[in-house]
């Protein structure tokens, strides 16, 4: 496998980061998942211009331009011979020495692994998820806000230890406020007649790209899609609960803290979501040529 970093494809065993990199040491950084089909990024433009909003928020500069870094992917993605994968675009602060200060860092690393991808198995999308409310708390807007997508992700393992630890894959984090916030690598809808709902970013949800294609599919399919304050209320009385993430794409939550969602089966509407964002995924994107 052919890894990029900062401007170079090198072999796996040189693809290695100092121990003074302060991606390493503090998890001071941003980063993107992305995923390819049938040989083409899909939102490439959308997940770069998040990185570079996550990279602002968190003061770093990314030492190249947007053109460059899309350019960069898909140069890596060829190398690799990935036409159907999962992209990680890492950036890291640098090397800097050991104390917090951002400044002795001079020089942003920016990495580019193209993959493969782990799905949930089919069985999950057949039969749906099941999950917890967790007692971890997504983080407060004003510590490190969820919009950004950095390299510290230790909030949302906390959450995941817990789910995992009640034998669930996943969890419902709310934020301090006690309002719904999104899953620990999801965001979440919920669903009532015809009306779609979702959290709002400010509720301490990451702007997802599959959750922004949801709002922008679904009204074509006869469904309104509303940014709404949720409470546990509202997933626990919805007909569906559904997550959305690029890994997972849409996947139906039936059980939640032991109870069933709805029918306590994959509902419909998710189910044809599900169809039509594989369908669309499918067919549009930038070219990896
Ligand atoms: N929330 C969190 C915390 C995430 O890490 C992710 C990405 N895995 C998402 C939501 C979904 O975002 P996207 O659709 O852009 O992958």
């Known amino acids: 496998m052919k890894i990029y970093m900062s401007g170079k494809l090198v072999g796996e065993e040189q693809a290695t980061v100092s121990v003074f990199d302060h991606g390493l040491l503090y998890g001071d950084g941003v980063f993107e998942g992305i995923r390819a089909y049938n040989g083409r990024v899909f939102k490439l433009e959308e997940h770069t211009d998040r990185l570079y909003r996550s990279a602002k928020a968190i003061d770093l500069k990314i030492s190249m331009s947007k053109e460059e870094m899309n350019a960069a992917v898909v140069k890596t993605c060829l190398a690799n011979g990935v036409l159907n994968g999962y992209i990680r675009l890492v950036v890291t602060r640098g090397v800097g020495t050991l104390g917090l200060n951002p400044e002795t860092c001079k020089e942003p690393q920016v990495i580019i692994i193209a993959g493969g991808i782990q799905l949930y198995p089919q069985e999950l999308y057949d039969k749906g998820l099941a999950v917890i409310t967790v007692g971890t708390l997504r983080n407060h807007t004003e510590a490190i806000n969820p919009r950004i997508k950095s390299l510290n992700y230790l909030n949302n393992i906390l959450a995941k230890i817990e789910a995992m630890n009640a034998g669930c894959m996943e969890c419902i984090m709310l934020n301090p406020q006690g309002f719904v916030a999104e899953a620990s690598g999801d965001n979440v809808f919920v669903i009532n007649g015809t009306t779609l709902r979702t959290p709002p970013s400010w509720c301490g949800a990451l702007e997802g790209i599959t959750r922004a294609t949801v709002m922008d599919l679904a009204p074509h399919y006869g469904y309104t899609v509303k940014e709404e304050v949720l409470t546990r209320y509202d997933l626990y009385t919805a007909d569906e609960v559904f997550l959305t993430g690029t890994a ?33 995924a499918a067919s549009t994107g930038t070219p990896i040529t």
Do not use: C, N, T, W
């Open 248 to 280: 997972a794409e849409i996947i139906s939550v039936v059980k939640m803290d032991r109870r069933a969602i709805g029918s306590g089966k994959p509902g419909p509407i998710a189910k044809r979501l599900e169809q039509v964002f594989r369908e669309y």
